[in-house]
């Protein structure tokens, strides 16, 4: 296994930015291209949390599973209003860069996503808006309801110049920022195009409304014809739940 952390250059942003990646090549003459999860941090996070705060390298080793951990800000994964084309980067411009760095496979089904909290949102966003791209997508105490975050956000005076720079003056929900629409749209794509959706929170997970965001998704989800695992954990907005929730994640893209 090997672990690198350094930096890499975006075209699409056109600017070096944050990354992190852990290989389980033992090899690289003997192993064929490594399955990938593409693992996104939260908001007031880095490409290192994970590495850091998990034992993410633990479970890509017991699995043989590469993890790419970009850097994104604070930018919801979204290509911003006010800002950096952030969604592109990660989910077209970084996966054929570190297929090509890393030897990392470039199959739908062996490439997955998931993230925490901002990067649960980035993560179900991915994979709903591009399932050509990835299978599957794991969110961890994600930020899922964005028109309540928005909502919430013209109330709180520290938070509104922000959330315009990334959604836009007016705060309107866009459909490719809309979950609950992207969903309704990957829905009715073939069966075997739909990305599969595990989704994890905290059962004290109140602040921002983040075990409401997550209910409400999960009952849109049941309602259609997706693959939806839905798990809640005693706890709140904290690693040791996103830690175990990586590690129950993995076996259900890999399908174990």
């Known amino acids: 296994m090997a672990i690198f952390r350094g930096e890499i250059r975006s075209r699409t942003m056109e600017m070096d930015t944050g990354l992190a990646v852990i290989l389980p090549y033992d090899s690289f003459q003997e192993m064929p291209p490594a399955k990938t999860l593409y693992l996104l941090h939260g908001l007031k996070q880095s490409a290192g949390a994970w590495l850091n705060m998990s034992s993410i390298g633990r479970y890509a080793k017991e699995h043989n599973l590469a993890v790419v951990m970009p850097e994104v800000q604070r930018s919801f994964?979204?290509?911003m209003e006010m800002g950096l084309a952030y969604f592109t980067y990660v989910s077209e411009e970084l996966p054929k860069l570190c297929q090509k760095l890393f030897r990392l496979s470039p199959k739908r089904e062996d490439t997955f996503v998931a993230g925490l909290s901002m990067g649960g949102y980035g993560a179900a966003k991915c994979a709903l808006a591009r399932p050509d791209v990835f299978s599957a997508f794991g969110s961890f105490s994600g930020a899922l309801d964005i028109a309540m975050l928005k909502e919430g956000a013209k109330y709180a005076p520290q938070m509104?110049?922000?959330?315009?720079?990334v959604f836009g003056m007016d705060l309107v929900l866009k459909e490719q920022d809309d979950l609950f629409a992207l969903a309704q749209k990957a829905a009715a794509l073939p069966k075997e195009l739909r990305p599969r959706a595990y989704i994890t929170c905290g059962s004290d997970d109140h602040g921002d409304y983040i075990i409401e965001q997550n209910r409400k998704f999960r009952d849109h989800l049941s309602a259609l014809p997706?693959?939806?695992?839905?798990?809640e954990f005693p706890g709140g907005h904290e690693w040791p739940l996103w830690d175990k929730s990586v590690e129950r994640a993995i076996p259900f893209f890999l399908g174990e």
């Open 77 to 79: 994964y979204t290509d």
């Open 226 to 231: 997706l693959e939806l695992r839905y798990e």
């Open 160 to 165: 509104l110049p922000e959330m315009q720079a």
